[in-house]
C-alpha cells in the first residue's frame, strides 16, 4: 500500500479571524479522508509562531515553536530535535497574512503545493476595492462605492458620500473579513464612529450602496474549467440590519441558511455564470466562494470573493456542495487533488534562461 501523503493543515493565524481559522480547521482535520492521508497540524499562534500541534485548539503554551528550512526542493519544518516534512498543505487561514498571498507567497517560493488561489489571486480577492475595480472592467455588474485612504481622510464628508451613493451606506475595511470593520451608516454620528472604527483594522476603507434585497452565495470549484454549485440564500433575522460578525458566529438564531435558494431558473444561471465570471477575473485556483446581493429588480450583484471560505459547521461552502452530493471528507480530497494537478502543471514553466 503507498504511503499516505502528508497534508499539513495550517490554521490560526494573526488575523482577527483567528478564532474562526481553528472552528473551520477542526472540521478539515475530522473530516479528511485519515485513510488516504496523515494530516499534520500546523498552528499559527496570535503573534505568528508557528507550532506543531497534536490537536486543534488555540492554546499554544507549551509548543515548541517550528522552524523553517528555506531550502526550495528540500523544504522542512524543524520541532525542536524533530524534523517535519509534508507532502502539500492545506491552508485553512482566514483573512489577514493568510487569505491574502503572504503564505501562498513563502509556499510558492519554497516550491511546496498548497490547496487554494495562489499570490495574486489571495492579494486581489481579499482587496475588496482592487476586487470591485476588477469586476467592474470584466463588465460584472457591482454595487456603488467610494473608496478613501487613511491619508485622505479629512476630504471626505458624512454629506458628500450620502449624497452620491444614498443613504443609508456601508462602510468597511477594505482587507478583512468576517463582517470585521463593517458599519451600516444612517447618520452623521454613524459616520463618525465607522472612520474611527474601518481605520483602526485598516489604512482604506470602501464605503458601499446599501443593497436592500437577498443575500445569496455560490461557490466555485476548478482551475481550467471551474464550475459553480447551486446559489444558497442567508436569510437574516430581522434583529439585525446586516450579516454582522455577530450573527454570523455568535448567535445561533440569527440566520436562516436555505440550501439551495428558491430562485427560478434563469436567475439560478444567472449567478452561476457571474460567480465563475468573478472567479477567473481574480485569478482564483481551486476553489473560492462567491458572496452575492439579489435586488428587489432581480438584478444580481457581486460583492466580493472569499479565497479561503468557512469550513465550520454553519458553513455554506461545504454544504452548496454536499447539497450537489459531495460529501464533506469527498470535497476535502477534491481540493487537495486539484492543488497536486495545477503544481504539476505548473512544472512545465522555466525558471532559467541561460
Request: proline share 4%; aromatic share 10%.
Amino acid at each position: 500500500m503507498a504511503d499516505k501523503q502528508k497534508v499539513a493543515i495550517l490554521y490560526g493565524g494573526r488575523s482577527v479571524e483567528h478564532q474562526i481559522s481553528i472552528n473551520s480547521a477542526k472540521n478539515v482535520f475530522q473530516q479528511i479522508d485519515k485513510t488516504q492521508f496523515e494530516p499534520v497540524l500546523i498552528g499559527i499562534s496570535k503573534t505568528g509562531e508557528w507550532h506543531l500541534k497534536k490537536e486543534v485548539d488555540s492554546d499554544f503554551t507549551g509548543c515548541k515553536p517550528l522552524s523553517l528550512v528555506l531550502d526550495p526542493g528540500n523544504f522542512f519544518l524543524q520541532n525542536g530535535d524533530e524534523r517535519v516534512t509534508v507532502d502539500i498543505f492545506f491552508p485553512v487561514l482566514h483573512g489577514t497574512d493568510g487569505e491574502d498571498g503572504s503564505i501562498q507567497g513563502l509556499l510558492q517560493a519554497m516550491d511546496m503545493p498548497f490547496v487554494g488561489t495562489g499570490v495574486l489571486g489571495s492579494s486581489l480577492a481579499m482587496n475588496k476595492l482592487t476586487s470591485k475595480q476588477l469586476f467592474q472592467a470584466a463588465n460584472i455588474p457591482v454595487s456603488r462605492y467610494i473608496s478613501c485612504n487613511f491619508e485622505d481622510r479629512d476630504t471626505f464628508s458624512f454629506d458628500t458620500i450620502a449624497e452620491d451613493i444614498g443613504l443609508p451606506f456601508m462602510a468597511k475595511a477594505a482587507n478583512l473579513g468576517s463582517s470585521v470593520g463593517v458599519v451600516k451608516v444612517k447618520s452623521k454620528n454613524d459616520f463618525d464612529e465607522a472612520m474611527e472604527l474601518c481605520f483602526q483594522f485598516d489604512r482604506s476603507v470602501l464605503f458601499e450602496e446599501y443593497i436592500e434585497g437577498r443575500e445569496l452565495e455560490c461557490s466555485v470549484m476548478g482551475n481550467t474549467s471551474p464550475h459553480a454549485s447551486l446559489p444558497a440564500e442567508i436569510i437574516i433575522s430581522k434583529d439585525y440590519e446586516f450579516y454582522t460578525y455577530e450573527a454570523k458566529y455568535l448567535d445561533p438564531n440569527a440566520v436562516t441558511l436555505q440550501v439551495p435558494a428558491v430562485l427560478e431558473d434563469n436567475l439560478v444561471q444567472k449567478i452561476q455564470k457571474l460567480s465563475i465570471q468573478a472567479y477567473q477575473a481574480l485569478h482564483c485556483d481551486d476553489f473560492a466562494r462567491v458572496d452575492l446581493f439579489l435586488t428587489k429588480d432581480n438584478e444580481v450583484l457581486v460583492n466580493e470573493i472569499n479565497t479561503i471560505p468557512g469550513f465550520t459547521n454553519s458553513s455554506m461552502f461545504p454544504m452548496m456542495w454536499e447539497e450537489r452530493g459531495i460529501s464533506f471528507p469527498e470535497l476535502i480530497t477534491q481540493l487537495i487533488t486539484m492543488a497536486q494537478d495545477k503544481y504539476i502543471a505548473s512544472k512545465h514553466i522555466e525558471k532559467d534562461y541561460s
